[in-house]
Each structure stands twice: as C-alpha cells, then as structure tokens.
C-alpha cells in the first residue's frame, strides 16, 4: 500500500465551519471519480495551535493508493483539473495551505489487540 497525508489549512476569510462543509460535501466527492484511490479519509481538526504557530491546522486528509504508480496514474487524469481548481475555492493559496507526505513506514505503538 502506498499512503499519502495531506494537511490543510483554509482560505483567508473562510470560517472554519465553512472550510468543513465545503470540504465535505463538495470536495471530498470529487476523490470518487478515481478508481486508483482505494481509501480516502478525512479529518476535521479543532487545532489548538499549541505549537506556536498562527496558522492553525484545519483538516488532515489520508489517501491509500495500491503503489506511487496508481497515485500518478490517478493524478495525471483530466478529473485532477477539478480538484485543483476546487482547492482555490476553500485552501490557502500556499505551500502551509496544503502540505502532502509520503508515508514511508507506519509503526503500531498501540493496537486494538492491546486495549
């Protein structure tokens, strides 16, 4: 499995709960017209900016692909124009608006077969 985070941040003069709605029902939706995606979750964040950062965090989206080639081969359809476009609807415009990591190893500290 090949696994992508996406962190997201809205767009100035965006409410949050806008962001959310948006995000969810008409962003989201876009992701199904790719058969390459095999799980694609969202994750609506009250970020408490801890961190010292003045931007806070407004969601977290995970993407399963079967390997890179099916998440390129998802990317390069003409589909991926609309969720592009979509982005400059509800995310800052910026590298901090959307920031996408490759998962390269996922260790399970605690599992369902520890609780």
Not at 44 to 52: P, S, V
Not at 78 to 98: C, H, T
Request: hydrophobic letters at 35%; proline letters at 3%.
């Amino acid at each position: 499995m090949f696994q992508i985070i996406v962190i997201l941040r809205r767009k100035n003069g965006i409410s949050h709960e806008d962001f959310v709605t948006h995000w969810k029902s008409i962003h989201g939706p876009l992701f199904r017209k790719f058969p390459q995606i095999k799980k694609y979750t969202q994750y609506i964040l009250d970020d408490k900016c801890r961190d010292g950062s003045d931007t806070p965090i407004d969601g977290i989206s995970i993407l399963d692909f079967e390997n890179e080639e099916q998440m390129q081969a998802a990317w390069k359809m003409v589909e991926y124009e609309d969720i592009r476009k979509d982005e400059l609807n509800f995310l800052e415009n910026s590298g901090a608006g959307v920031h996408v990591a490759y998962v390269n190893e996922t260790v399970d500290v605690i599992g369902n077969d520890d609780v």
